[in-house]
């Protein structure tokens, strides 16, 4: 119980179902976690589930580069530095035509999803560099490499995160920084309940029963499949690996 002993986990989006899922994992791991979201509340109620003196929250907008860069004091002064970095923070957007997507709310899915995750690498690397090397793990989806009709947006932002791991993953590595994404499938969370609703306003229930019948496992992941996932790349063990997509999708891209 002891694969992240002594590292530091800074985690966006820590208020999610993933993200408090993921918390969890690295906590009983022996890590040092620092949670970053809006919500203050929820916030505080997720540090509360997570449990142990070793985890902490900031509430910071991960689309503002100042934001960034307090995360990353935030967990120096409170823990030493920088181990691993989760660019976990993600919208869904609207669900609907791309010809009739408002022009603001792309662009607001765009600064979450992708310029988030730049931002944070920006602000996480010069940290990790100080400790000799780190791991920094992004959340992408199945829709980062297909096309996902009525959510234009999001798939793009999705790809897009994909070039962005792949480039400092390719920066970075000679520094012993991995950078790698993880592809999940639909997840039991909130984000899910959003777009279940947006295809279906009128039985939400219908909408998961047929995406969950379109995964050849004929489930949703739960957030823990998906922390597991990020507990493996996150940890030693995956010294070796990185610039890669790691798909947790019960074979929904087989």
Same mark, same amino acid.
């Given at each position: 119980m002891s694969r992240l002993a002594e590292k530091v986990a800074v985690i966006t989006g820590g208020a999610g179902g993933i993200? #408090?899922?993921t918390g969890k994992r690295f906590s009983s791991e022996g890590a040092r976690v620092l949670l970053v979201d809006l919500d203050e509340k929820a916030?505080?109620?997720?540090?509360a589930e997570i449990g142990g003196n070793a985890v902490s929250?900031?509430?910071?907008?991960?689309?503002?580069?100042?934001?960034n860069a307090r995360m990353v004091e935030t967990a120096t002064e409170r823990y030493g530095g920088v181990d691993i970095f989760l660019a976990n923070a993600g919208i869904e957007g609207d669900v609907t035509s791309l010809l009739d997507y408002d022009e603001s709310r792309f662009d607001q899915v765009m600064a979450v999803n992708v310029k988030g995750?730049?931002?944070?690498?920006?602000?996480?690397?010069?940290?990790?560099?100080?400790?000799g090397g780190g791991s920094i793990i992004i959340t992408s989806s199945i829709a980062g490499v297909r096309g996902a009709p009525s959510l234009a947006p999001y798939a793009t932002s999705k790809h897009a995160v994909i070039g962005l791991m792949r480039s400092a993953a390719k920066e970075f590595a000679a520094?012993? #920084?991995?950078?790698?994404?993880?592809?999940?499938?639909p997840v039991h969370t909130r984000m899910m309940r959003s777009i279940? *609703?947006?295809?279906?306003p009128d039985d939400p229930e219908?909408?998961?029963?047929?995406?969950?019948?379109? #995964?050849?496992?004929?489930?949703?992941? *739960?957030? *823990?499949?998906i922390a597991n996932i990020m507990l493996f790349l996150a940890s030693d063990e995956s010294r070796f690996m990185t610039g890669a997509t790691y798909f947790a999708d019960g074979g929904n891209t087989a």
């Open positions: 993200g #408090i899922a916030l505080a109620d997720a540090c929250y900031l509430v910071a907008d991960v689309t503002q580069a100042d934001d995750p730049f931002l944070g690498l920006r602000a996480a690397v010069p940290a990790m560099r100080l400790r520094e012993g #920084i991995r950078v790698n994404t993880v592809n999940p499938s279940e *609703e947006g295809i279906r219908a909408a998961q029963q047929l995406m969950a019948a379109n #995964i050849p496992m004929q489930r949703y992941a *739960e957030a *823990e499949d």
